[in-house]
Structure formats: structure tokens, C-alpha cells
């Protein structure tokens, strides 16, 4: 078993291996939150009608009652039974629309949290994304070097061979400083984000 040809272990796998796992969790927390702002949403509508409904009935009421205030007190619709009645269903109509006034603001401050999640949700996978892009380059970059460090080596060939076989011994020292000037410059142009 010859190791000096074996390619080294990608640690790289293990990062992006743990960016999918994170983005896989997300995009599924994503899918629920959509289906649960969909259903919230739903609600807000029916609410908002049915509070414009005992509005309406509220201000009718109301005009009645103060039809049957401006009343003389001996007319037929100014029977006190009838104001004790229409004063009720004001009170209902008020108490109706207070209850209505309080869901639609809880569901409103509910979707407010909601979304605020779905937001925190869409950014967190846009840096998981960017991660995962940078770390891409940053393995293509490594590869890249690991080739041209192996191209240069099999290009100056072994040490002992090379001081017997090649009459020209600088040549083994000019391709290592050249090897390690391509590491230097990749590195510079790693470090300056090109």
C-alpha cells in the first residue's frame, strides 16, 4: 500500500455535510411556518367581517335607541320593554365587537411573530448558501494547489534520482521555489477574497 499516492482526506465533506443537515431543517421549519401562516391568514378575514357585521348592528341599534329616547313617553314603540331590548342587543353588539377588535389584534401580533421567524428563517439560509459557496471555492482552491504541488513533484521527480539522472541540479531547486511561489500567490489571492 503506497500512501504517498492515496489523496488526502477531504475535510470538507463533513462541513457541507452539516450546511445540507442545517438547510434541510430549515427549509422543512420554512414549509411549516408557510402552512401555518396560510391557516392564521385564513382566519383574519372571517373576524374582520363579523366585526364589521356587529359594528353595523351596534350603530343601528344605537340610532333606534336614540329614536326611542326622543320618543314622548306614551307612544307605542317607546314601551320600556322594547328599550330594555334594544339596550341589550346594543351591549351585546358592543360587547361582540370588543371580543372580535381582540382576536383580529391577537392574530395580527401572532402573524407579526410569524412572519418576523419566516424572515429570520430566509436569512439564515441565505448564509447557510453563502457558506456553502465559499467553502466550495475554498475546497476547489485546496484541490487545485494539492494538483499542482503533486504535477510540480512529478515534475522534479525524486531527490536521489535527480542528483544522479539530471546534470542540472538547480533545476530541482527552481521548481521548488516555484511550487511554493504558486502556494504563496493562491494564498494571497485566497486571503484577498479573488
Not at 351591549?91 to 391577537?106: C, F, G, N, P, Y
Not at 471555492?137 to 512529478?154: I, T, V
Not at 535527480?162 to 494564498?187: F, N, T, W, Y
Amino acid at each position: 500500500m503506497n500512501r504517498k499516492n492515496d489523496p488526502p482526506p477531504d475535510s470538507y465533506a463533513a462541513f457541507l455535510a452539516r450546511l445540507d443537515a442545517a438547510t434541510a431543517n430549515l427549509i422543512t421549519r420554512a414549509a411549516s411556518l408557510d402552512n401555518a401562516l396560510k391557516a392564521v391568514s385564513l382566519l383574519v378575514g372571517p373576524y374582520t367581517v363579523a366585526l364589521r357585521k356587529w359594528e353595523r348592528r351596534r350603530n343601528h341599534v344605537g340610532e333606534q335607541l336614540a329614536l326611542l329616547s326622543g320618543t314622548p313617553s306614551g307612544a307605542s314603540y317607546g314601551s320600556p320593554q322594547t328599550y330594555t331590548a334594544l339596550s341589550e342587543l346594543h351591549d351585546t353588539a358592543q360587547k361582540m365587537e370588543s371580543m372580535l377588535r381582540a382576536r383580529i389584534v391577537h392574530l395580527t401580533e401572532k402573524l407579526a411573530v410569524m412572519q418576523g421567524r419566516r424572515e429570520a428563517i430566509d436569512k439564515s439560509l441565505l448564509e447557510l448558501e453563502v457558506s456553502r459557496a465559499k467553502l466550495h471555492s475554498s475546497r476547489m482552491l485546496s484541490q487545485d494547489r494539492d494538483n499542482l504541488s503533486r504535477a510540480f513533484s512529478e515534475l522534479a521527480g525524486p531527490t536521489r534520482a535527480a542528483a544522479v539522472v539530471v546534470s542540472d541540479l538547480g533545476l530541482h531547486s527552481d521548481l521548488k521555489e516555484a511550487r511554493q511561489a504558486v502556494i504563496l500567490a493562491e494564498a494571497l489571492m485566497e486571503v484577498k477574497g479573488y
